[in-house]
């Protein structure tokens, strides 16, 4: 069935490395996405990657993924509070609309 | 500048009250999408439209209406026969609703809060 999990809740110190984590059960995902979500306000889109893919880096941001195990992580380097938000893993599968299917966020939380 | 708009930003409703949520893009985008996001949940999909004039049911449509008589218009009716409507409804939009083997980049309004007293 579709299922995308994450933890719920991570603590980094700023200036430390944070990582995401995200599993997913329909091997037939497509593309893998990480959307940021500020308080109160919608979602961005941080990036994605495609499922034939291993890793991909978009400069302080490194997506990893092991899609033999269905996990999939955000690497965000040198975190700072600007990062502090809920971080949504979404995936969208083969075969006829691919509608996304999202995690239910990890609340990401920097600190001094 | 180009983007999604929502208005309002809080709303409140009575019970037993339609109520209709906005959201507009001039992003030039055929597809459009209207989500429900709850505490601790992810987004559930509720309506969306390939192209003017047709819209499709998503994976909690009951109690809910949508039109698309413009590209740049997605208005989101909540009606009474919702049974829970408190919720962050978002509107979102893509250049086009991806065939199978293309990436789906949705761009996100800021959202309505709607409370229901």
């Known amino acids: 069935g579709e299922d995308v999990e994450q933890s719920l809740f991570l603590s980094v110190r700023e200036g430390d490395s944070s990582v995401i984590n995200c599993t997913y059960t329909d091997s037939s995902s497509t593309y893998l996405y990480w959307y940021k979500q500020e308080p109160g306000a919608g979602l961005q889109l941080l990036t994605y990657?495609?499922?034939?893919?291993d890793m991909k880096q978009d400069q302080r941001l490194t997506v990893l993924l092991n899609k033999k195990d269905k996990h999939l992580s955000l690497r965000i380097a040198d975190t700072q509070t600007g990062d502090s938000a809920i971080y949504f893993c979404?995936?969208?599968?083969?075969?006829?609309?691919?509608?996304?299917?999202f995690g239910a966020g990890t609340r990401l939380a920097v600190h001094p | 500048d180009g983007g999604i708009t929502q208005s309002p930003k809080y709303l409140f409703r009575k019970e037993g009250q339609n109520v209709t949520l906005s959201c507009e893009q001039n992003?030039?985008?055929?597809?459009m999408y209207w989500y429900r996001q709850d505490p601790g949940q992810g987004l559930r999909l509720i309506y969306y439209?390939?192209?003017?004039?047709?819209?499709q049911k998503g994976d909690i449509a009951e109690g809910y209406s949508v039109s698309r008589e413009k590209k740049e218009s997605f208005p989101l009716t909540v009606t009474s026969a919702q049974k829970n409507p408190t919720a962050f409804y978002l509107c979102a939009s893509s250049i086009e609703v991806p065939s199978s083997g293309g990436a789906d980049e949705q761009f996100f309004g800021p959202g309505t809060r709607l409370t229901v007293l």
């Open positions: 979404a995936e969208t599968l083969s075969g006829g609309y691919n509608k996304l299917i």
């Open positions: 990657i495609f499922s034939n893919m």
């Open positions: 439209s390939q192209i003017v004039n047709d819209f």
């Open positions: 992003l030039n985008h055929d597809a």
